[in-house]
């Protein structure tokens, strides 16, 4: 099984902080596919994990369709909705 390298920011603080920089951790998919739960959930995009576990309510899709990335990449997924927004 190949291992993908990915870095952790934390989801809704508005930017990366003095801290994000400092305590940036490399995780494996395994790691990762293990954050799948409502009160654990880690999302994949571009490279980057977002703990998106106490965010996903207030998803503007919902808390189901943020929830089914928890675990897994979503990086195409949020390319194509953000390339049809600025089309718009």
């Known amino acids: 099984m190949c291992v993908f390298i990915v870095r952790s920011v934390a989801m809704g603080k508005g930017g990366w902080t003095d801290a994000d920089r400092a305590n940036l951790h490399m995780y494996t998919w395994k ?13 994949v995009i571009d490279g980057y ?6 965010w996903a309510k207030r998803h503007p899709g919902g808390e189901k369709i943020i929830g089914g990335y928890a675990g897994h990449d ?3 997924s949020m390319s194509y909705y953000y390339r049809r927004i600025r089309c718009i």
Request: glycine content about 4%; hydrophobic content about 30%.
């Open 74 to 76: 979503a990086s195409v």
């Open 49 to 54: 994990i977002y703990d998106v576990t106490s």
């Open 31 to 43: 790691e990762v596919g293990e954050h799948t739960q409502r009160d654990d959930r880690w999302i």
